[in-house]
């Protein structure tokens, strides 16, 4: 059983999503300190990329600023590396292919183990396209990290079967961001996960109030919350760490 996997034994996992390197490095780390500090259970690490498709303007911003405020893929491997000198919990990266094909798969895959990167998640590959990187990941011991979308249907079967670390499912159609109301019908998707399963789920995109997470962790595993987050380190700058606290630690006491 994976790190990650193993996380979600203790009760239902809250999984901050954090842009690296937005509006430095600096706090990026205060932020992930806090975080941990007040209940996350797995951190996921966002390493910016010029045309995050994936993501909603929150998060689009943040990948701005960070890459124009120098940030590299590099500098966020020495974070977390850092960030281990004191953090145990699983750290899992979401970032593009081409950010990893540009770094060097291999490359990239080994500098996860020596930094004890425990999962990647790649929002950009198709599950059927995983074997690009796969190969490299199960070598060095990294989980690749698959999702379930609402229009996966057919595919779920598939994908739970061969699936790692946890199963991302995606709450919405389009891209990240806060969403007043959540209409998919979630417990259908797990249920179907779970048919052919036992890895944990994790519900994502759109939620970020209390009432949300608790609503989400009655049917899943874990929830991840991104934009709100982000928002949230935007608003505040260098000082956001301990807002970022306060909020992790509320999301989580919603959830138990």
Do not use: W
């Not at 239902?12 to 007040?38: H, Q, S």
């Not at 789920?201 to 970020?208: E, R």
Request: hydrophobic share 40%; charged share 25%; glycine share 8%.
């Amino acid at each position: 059983m994976s790190k990650i996997h193993s996380a979600f034994d203790k009760g239902k996992a809250f999984i901050p999503f954090i842009t690296c390197g937005d509006p430095d490095i600096e706090t990026t780390e205060a932020v992930v300190r806090e975080a941990v500090r007040n209940g996350a259970d797995i951190i996921e690490l966002g390493i910016p990329f010029s045309d995050p498709t994936a993501e909603g303007v929150v998060i689009q911003s943040a990948n701005y600023r960070a890459l124009k405020g120098g940030i590299t893929t590099a500098k966020i491997f020495d974070m977390v590396r850092n960030l281990r000198r004191d953090i145990d919990i699983p750290l899992v990266f979401m970032t593009y292919a081409n950010v990893v094909f540009s770094y060097g798969a291999e490359k990239f895959m080994s500098d996860c183990r020596d930094s004890e990167i425990d999962g990647l998640i790649l929002p950009d590959v198709p599950f059927e396209e995983k074997e690009e990187f796969s190969p490299f990941c199960k070598k060095y011991g990294v989980d690749l990290i698959s999702m379930i979308a609402p229009t996966s249907e057919g595919r779920i079967a598939m994908i739970a079967r061969e699936a790692e670390g946890f199963l991302y499912v995606v709450s919405s159609l389009g891209v990240t961001g806060v969403r007043s109301e959540i209409k998919t019908d979630l417990a259908a998707i797990i249920e179907a996960v779970r048919k052919n399963s036992g890895i944990p789920c994790a519900v994502g995109f759109g939620i970020s109030t209390p009432e949300q997470a608790r609503k989400m962790s009655e049917i899943a595993d874990g929830v991840i919350v991104g934009s709100a987050i982000v928002r949230m380190i935007a608003e505040h700058g260098k000082d956001s760490a301990c807002y970022v606290g306060e909020y992790v630690r509320a999301m989580k006491e919603a959830m138990r």
